[in-house]
């Protein structure tokens, strides 16, 4: 579970600190439901603010249902889009969240604000003395930095030195210090290694791991899934299915709308996504791949494994090669006419990363598996958009030349049309036992944690991960304490 346990005097500080940066804290009541919930007077504040300024109000932005604009925004329904079965290929209806429009671009915003904010309103980390610390692959770090700024906290990111140049250029202005470990998205330990020297050496610093923070995994289960359940609703008609959640593991986190949406729609699955360069589900394999955000080698501590019905593998070649289709001239001629393909269609898939792509494929993989119909409806999501990977698209064409007709017909037929239900498994009991006996490995050996501590996340649910779920009005009771000591909410 996650510590909600007092220090007084760490909490007197933090109140104090946000009275003077004129910080309020947002409850996760808000997240959902912010047209509802968030106060007027905020609102009325909000209509002259950007969505990726530093400014405290933006942390009422951490929501699905910002209005889809750069400036000014208030809220509306959940963002999503609807994909066309002439780019899937397939007749399920495939739904795809759209993080683009939370502060940063991504919506890892708001696993950062899960992590960070229950130690802030509890006292457990203190804003005048401490640096948070965000590990990450990529997009992680770039939402626990932006966080601290708004919430007048010092901060530390680190990712490795291979992730896109967009991420540093941007963390050069907003964090603290920014530290480049070695490797790309597939060195999840050399991250881990160097939390690990920070915390032996520094005494001036809280890590806030998302791969072990529960804090993470219960923001996605109440604000993603509730995302998830709302868009669904608005579009199944009357005979809609709700069939399953795919998504790509990073930290896992974003697993945990899957949690949620099996207890909204008990028929539903979970399916998992890893590389097939770094098959660390699917084969206990290893290696290095191009899908950014994807952090593997290793299970994390919030995947709640015994609730996940499939791992399905995605070449990263197909994710490169749609990067270019979706976002070059010829592709985008390609697809709105020998594809026939609406423009506004063609127009959204700029919405989708690299990891969001993969994810589509996900989905497209576990409709075919499962032979979804016009009545199934596939959610996943789109972490951040192609704003994030213009340096990749440069290397791309300096790598492989110009991108033509020809090159968009050969990666529309093999990379969309050519995905089969190869590299995938339906996890029986014995699979998932298999996929959670890996955390062994990381979390015991490496990371100090008890063997007793790993069966009670499958033997004892209730406890754990169910028990995680039933914290949310406790920390949303410590928020508004919070704030209202502060005294300064409208």
Not at 287 to 292: F, P, Q, S, W
Not at 376 to 394: C, H, K, N, W
Not at 411 to 421: E, K, P, Q, V, Y
Request: hydrophobic fraction near 40%; charge should be negative.
């Amino acid at each position: 579970m996650i510590d909600l346990a007092i220090n007084k005097g760490n909490l007197e500080q933090n109140i104090k600190k946000a009275r003077e940066n004129n910080v309020i804290i947002p409850n996760f009541k808000q997240m959902r439901d912010p047209e509802s919930n968030v106060p007027g007077g905020i609102k009325d504040r909000l209509r002259s603010v950007g969505l990726w300024d530093v400014n405290p109000l933006n942390l009422f932005r951490i929501t699905w249902k910002n209005e889809p604009k750069m400036s000014g925004g208030l809220y509306a329904g959940p963002n999503f889009i609807e994909l066309p079965s002439a780019l899937t290929g397939v007749p399920a209806r495939i739904i795809c969240m759209v993080g683009k429009y939370f502060p940063t671009g991504c919506h890892k915003v708001g696993a950062s604000f899960g992590c960070l904010a229950p130690r802030l309103v509890t006292g457990q980390f203190n804003s005048a003395a401490q640096k948070a610390v965000w590990p990450s692959t990529g997009n992680y770090c770039r939402g626990g930095a932006f966080n601290s700024k708004l919430l007048a906290c010092e901060s530390v990111a680190i990712l490795p030195e291979g992730m896109s140049r967009e991420r540093f250029d941007w963390l050069s202005q907003i964090a603290g210090e920014v530290i480049a470990t070695p490797g790309t998205e597939s060195n999840v330990k050399e991250i881990f290694d160097k939390t690990n020297e920070l915390r032996a050496t520094r005494d001036d610093v809280m890590i806030f791991n998302q791969f072990e923070e529960m804090g993470n995994y219960l923001w996605h289960y109440n604000i993603t899934g509730s995302a998830v359940e709302e868009a669904f609703e608005s579009i199944k008609g009357a005979d809609g299915n709700f069939a399953g959640i795919c998504l790509t593991s990073g930290s896992a986190g974003s697993l945990g709308s899957g949690d949620y949406l099996k207890q909204k729609y008990p028929f539903s699955k979970i399916a998992v996504g890893e590389a097939l360069q770094c098959p660390t589900i699917l084969n206990n394999g290893f290696g290095a791949h191009r899908i950014e955000g994807i952090g593997d080698k290793h299970i994390p501590w919030v995947h709640n494994v015994r609730n996940t019905d499939m791992a399905i593998a995605i070449d990263d070649n197909d994710s490169m090669a749609l990067l270019r289709l979706f976002n070059e001239q010829a592709g985008k001629s390609f697809l709105t006419g020998e594809a026939g393909m609406d423009e506004r269609d063609v127009a959204r898939l700029a919405l989708m990363g690299i990891s969001g792509i993969s994810n589509m494929l996900c989905a497209i993989k576990f409709a075919k598996y499962y032979e979804l119909t016009e009545q199934d409806v596939v959610a996943t999501v789109l972490t951040d958009s192609v704003e994030m990977y213009m340096s990749r698209l440069e290397e791309l064409r300096e790598e492989r030349g110009e991108y033509k007709a020809l090159n968009a017909a050969a990666d529309f037929a093999a990379s969309l049309r050519g995905i089969r239900t190869d590299n995938l498994i339906e996890l029986t009991y014995a699979e998932r036992k298999r996929v959670h006996n890996l955390k062994y490995y990381t979390w015991v050996e490496q990371q100090g944690r008890s063997p007793r501590e790993l069966d009670d996340q499958w033997y004892h649910q209730d406890e754990t991960f169910e028990a995680v779920q039933g914290q949310t009005e406790r920390i949303d009771a410590l928020i508004d304490e919070f704030n209202d000591r502060v005294g300064l909410t409208p």
